[in-house]
């Protein structure tokens, strides 16, 4: 049986501005070199909320303040109600730079008006006004949201999650009582530059700032959502054959002597 | 302009202790003083750049854009000068003000008189309002926007309007040459030919259908009308969100083309160097420099510095193509697949920095149009600061792991160049395609001299 992999790709052209389409490519290449079947369905601006139903998996990434607007206020109502059921049903989904905003309670832009989100994660983000610098640079963060953590760390072979990225974001992001952080901070920023959280994890949902783009460089990302996704989809065990990482663990090492932190 | 007296005195100050830094600096081989001298003449007065770009002649030329805006200048001061006329330029590409001070300081005498008939200036494109009242340019050329560094700048129509704002105040016989093919900058155009101070102006693009892209490329920023905001429809694209377009909604539509493309020949290789040759010569069309001399200096042209500059190492030739954003690596690799078409054991040279005048951020290389480039086989060597992200954009361009072109990694540049020049046959061309920075390094290492 050929296994079949829908991945939808939330506002393709509004929402990829710092190339994070690499993890939309990333995913369908993994599945696909290992002979999975893979569709990437983009969601935007002119499809019915029902057409998130089909899918099996999804990615957002990051925009510019104006075009991220359009977004918001496109989500607002069935198509965040789509997108809510969707993920609590469990699927997996990658949402890098600029897209956990979108999931939260609200965003306030650097110029302009507080823009509503879609409420699902209990997190608030929030421009500090143009003048304040981003948070641009390298980042490198531990993944610790505890059950996402417990399993990468099995398909790691009992190694720790740690993410090697780049982030650069002008919003802060607070995440609420009720919000597990996606990991802790070892170099950059993170969430919000004070407290040492990066990102949210919700369901199977994962939400980071951290681009680069987050997956080609951490690829387990990846694997764990593809298997997930397939388990869920066909009620049964799934193991993906390996494939050869070689490049992405150089690259891996290689930022991280250059940050002089130690594996 | 008349000066007085006391703004004479002034001027002549700055000019000299200018003047001193630079003869110091080069003295003692500090630099190549391109831009401190600027620093300083500013600082002993507030208007230098006015007081010296409007002793010149006829008048400053800016070229504006964000790819393109080195081999443009060029490309018209070579034709100025084989018309004989005396220009000034920013060759060494310094276009932030102090740099363009600097420029202009170096042919300003002692006494703080100016000689020079045309000033050709390249200006930053976020610099562009800031100068346009001081220069009181004679001539705007609008080559293009692109999405460029993310951690740098920020949004395309931002700047487009900006632009627009500060054209808008200068006089109406100034002329703005714009591309007709790009929708945001045909609009601008659009915009300055009406209003209070209407502008003179003049459209260059493309007529030639044969060179449509299969497809609109990924890195695309301006494909909504500029107008109503509806998305555009397009008959046809040649590079990025250049080409045939209209919109579906509103009455805003391409302006008729000044100048007809398949008239002209073009400098260098690539569809964005034809770009370029067709904003020179509109430009130089209208000042009335007659064809034959045009045409001369095209045939003739030398590249800039790394700008698909050809040299010759260890009995090999080779090729700089840099390369800045998205739309300018997926121009670059477009002109290299269409070179190598003849051959195929190709060999490319990709040289990724993550240095400041590079951009930090490099994620924008996934927003690169890679796939067809990587099936189409051959060798890649990549190197760089962050050589590994650029392997790994490669490696997932791969339809078939086992298939496309073979990919190789090398840390150390020295070592990078050494095995692409070994497996680049005797009758091939290595293509270098480098970041800013990186075009600086492999320059040194091919020319063995620093060029900045």
């Keep these: 049986m050929t296994l079949e992999l829908k991945i939808g790709w939330l506002y393709p052209t509004l929402m990829s501005t710092y190339g994070d389409r690499g993890n939309v490519i990333a995913l369908q290449q993994r599945a696909q070199w290992r002979g999975i079947k893979v569709e990437v369905i983009p969601f935007d601006v002119n499809s019915h909320p029902d057409s998130i139903h089909q899918i099996d998996m999804m990615a957002g990434g990051g925009a510019q303040d104006r075009q991220q607007e359009i977004v918001m206020r496109d989500l607002a109502g069935a198509k965040a109600e789509a997108i809510k059921a969707k993920l609590d049903a469990g699927a997996p989904g990658v949402f890098t730079c600029g897209s956990p905003q979108l999931l939260g309670r609200f965003y306030e832009p650097g110029l302009g008006e507080r823009i509503e989100g879609m409420g699902i994660i209990d997190l608030e983000s929030k421009h500090p006004g143009i003048d304040v610098p981003r948070c641009t640079g390298n980042v490198v963060f531990e993944i610790t949201a505890k059950r996402l953590a417990a399993e990468l760390t099995e398909l790691l072979g009992g190694k720790k999650p740690i993410i090697v990225g780049f982030e650069n974001h002008g919003g802060r992001t607070y995440l609420g009582p009720n919000a597990e952080a996606l990991g802790t901070v070892i170099k950059g920023f993170g969430n919000n530059a004070t407290d040492g959280t990066e990102g949210a994890f919700y369901c199977n949902a994962i939400a980071t700032y951290s681009h680069g783009p987050l997956i080609p460089k951490n690829p387990f990302i990846a694997d764990w959502m593809i298997k997930t996704a397939l388990q869920d989809k066909y009620q049964t065990e799934i193991n993906l054959a390996p494939l050869d990482d070689s490049l992405a663990d150089r690259a891996r090492a290689a930022m991280l002597k250059r940050l002089e932190i130690s594996d | ?333 477009r002109a290299i697949s269409q070179v190598n078409q003849a051959g195929s054991e190709s060999v490319s040279l990709m040289l990724l920095n993550d240095r400041t005048p590079d951009g930090t951020d490099v994620s924008w290389i996934w927003d690169v149009d890679t796939e067809k480039f990587v099936n189409a086989g051959g060798t890649i060597v990549v190197s760089g600061d962050r050589v590994y992200d650029m392997a790994l954009r490669l490696e997932y361009s791969k339809t078939d792991l086992n298939s496309g072109a073979n990919i ?32 600086l390094d492999v320059r040194e290492i091919l020319t063995g001299k620093k060029i900045l």
């Design chain 2, 408 to 439: 190789i990694v090398k840390e150390d540049l020295k070592e990078a160049i050494d095995t692409a020049i070994k497996l680049t046959a005797p009758n091939q061309i290595l293509h270098i395609i480098p970041t800013y920075s990186a075009m």
């Design chain 2, 1 to 333: 302009m008349q000066i007085n007296l006391l703004d004479r005195v002034r001027l002549g100050i700055a000019v000299f202790a200018a003047k001193t830094i630079t003869e110091t600096i080069r003295t003692f081989k500090l630099g190549a003083a391109s831009v401190l001298p600027g620093t300083i003449g500013k600082r002993l007065h507030p208007q230098i750049l006015a007081m010296l770009s409007q002793q010149i002649k006829h008048g400053v030329i800016i070229v504006a854009g964000t790819n393109g805006k080195t081999t443009t200048s060029l490309l018209l001061r070579d034709i100025l000068e084989k018309d004989g006329w005396k220009v000034v330029h920013n060759e060494a590409g310094a276009n932030l003000v102090n740099g363009l001070i600097t420029t202009l300081l170096e042919k300003t005498s002692l006494t703080g008189k100016l000689k020079a008939d045309f000033g050709i200036l390249e200006v930053d494109e976020n610099v562009i309002p800031l100068v346009i009242p001081q220069l009181k340019p004679k001539y705007v050329i609008a080559l293009n926007l692109f999405r460029d560094q993310l951690d740098r700048y920020g949004e395309v129509d931002t700047i487009t309007y900006r632009w627009g704002k500060a054209i808008a105040e200068l006089d109406c016989d100034t002329i703005l040459v714009t591309n007709g093919d790009d929708p945001a900058l045909a609009h601008l155009g659009q915009q300055l030919a009406t209003g209070d101070k209407p502008k003179q102006v003049k459209y260059f693009g493309l007529s030639e259908p044969e060179l449509y892209l299969d497809e609109i490329p990924h890195a695309v920023d301006s494909i909504y009308c500029p107008s109503c905001g509806t998305a555009l429809e397009y008959k046809g694209v040649y590079l990025s969100h250049q080409g045939d377009f209209d919109c579906p909604k509103c009455d805003f539509t391409k302006s008729k083309l000044s100048i007809d493309s398949k008239e002209w020949p073009q400098v260098l290789i690539g569809v964005y160097n034809k770009y370029n040759t067709l904003a020179a010569v509109t430009t130089m069309e209208s000042i009335g420099i007659s064809k034959p001399i045009i045409l001369n200096a095209i045939s003739n042209f030398q590249a800039a510095f790394g700008r698909s500059e050809e040299v010759m190492y260890k009995g090999k030739k080779v090729r700089i193509l840099l390369t800045k954003n998205p739309a300018s690596m997926n121009e670059t690799i």
